[in-house]
């Protein structure tokens, strides 16, 4: 399953990009979640990734560790494919 992740750095972490991304990277692989796109953003968020996660319990310790770690907070999304909208639209109003 997809997932859109939108993220803000803390702090203390936001200069450290190197170490904070290898740290995280590194709990992705250990979680089997695979990392599809990183995007820096000005805004509201400071990132907003797409990755592909084998099960919604290994998103949700990812969010759980990176805030635990400090390193700032995520806020997950399911992101669904055009067709699943689709067959979605069509149960709703079927």
């Not at 200069?15 to 000005?42: P, W």
């Amino acid at each position: 399953m997809k997932y859109v992740l939108l993220g803000n750095l803390s702090p203390e972490w936001a200069s450290k990009q190197s170490e904070r991304v290898g740290k995280a990277k590194a709990k992705l692989d250990k979680l089997g979640i695979k990392i599809e796109s990183i995007h820096y953003t000005q805004g509201y968020y400071d990132f907003v990734d797409v990755v592909d996660a084998p099960k919604p319990e290994a998103v949700l310790a990812f969010s759980v560790w990176y805030s635990n770690q400090g390193l700032g907070r995520i806020q997950s999304m399911p992101a669904f494919e055009a067709k699943t909208f689709e067959a979605a639209v069509k149960d709703a109003t079927g």
